[in-house]
């Protein structure tokens, strides 16, 4: 059963362009929600973070959108860099159970092309 | 200030031994998270700790796995008998108190053969 869905597997673009990755839910219980950037060898760094108060987001170069009548969110990434080619994971997490369990989608392979 | 470290980076196993993973959280972090990505896949919860206690455990599968977070050391993922379908990237993650914002590891790559 999987609860976060990021249904492209990869997305390219022109470096300065804006890249959209997306994600989507099925879970209406998630109220806070996080993107973060993979790169090989590495852990996952934490990027950007939404509560299900809030409908954006900004920091710096990124945004995360939350339309949660569609469990929706996206990250936008202005403009893209080609730092910024690496796997991104959106993750999601019910307040409820208060352990900071968070539940990842598949992720997508952003890569920007100089 | 070094972030959270796990060791080894890279383990080969044979069908049927044990693994160990260790992981050493952050300075002044007591809470710990492993997680499991199998190819192709994402990140899968598996344990939460705080010292000496296991607070969810909702994600480890039922037999063979263990983990622990003794009171002085780093914190252990024991998985025994291990089977080619073990073959994944382990991370761990540690925070200075329940929630998220946690800093993860660059993890344990098991390779069973």
Redesign the interface.
Known sequence: DQQ?K?NSPSLSVQEGRISILNCDYTNSMFD?F?WYKKYP??????LI?ISSIKDKNEDGRFTVFLNKSAKHLSLHIVPSQPGDSAVY?C?A?ADS???????????TTLQVKP | NAGVMQNPRHLVRRRGQEARLRCSPMKGHSHVYWYRQLPEEGLKFMVYLQKENIIDESGMPKERFSAEFPKEGPSILRIQQVVRGDSAAYFCASSVDRGYGYTFGSGTRLTVV
């Open positions: 976060v990021q806070y996080l060898a590495e852990g996952p760094t934490f973070s994971f993750a997490s159970s208060n352990t900071g369990k968070l539940i990842f989608g598949q992720g």
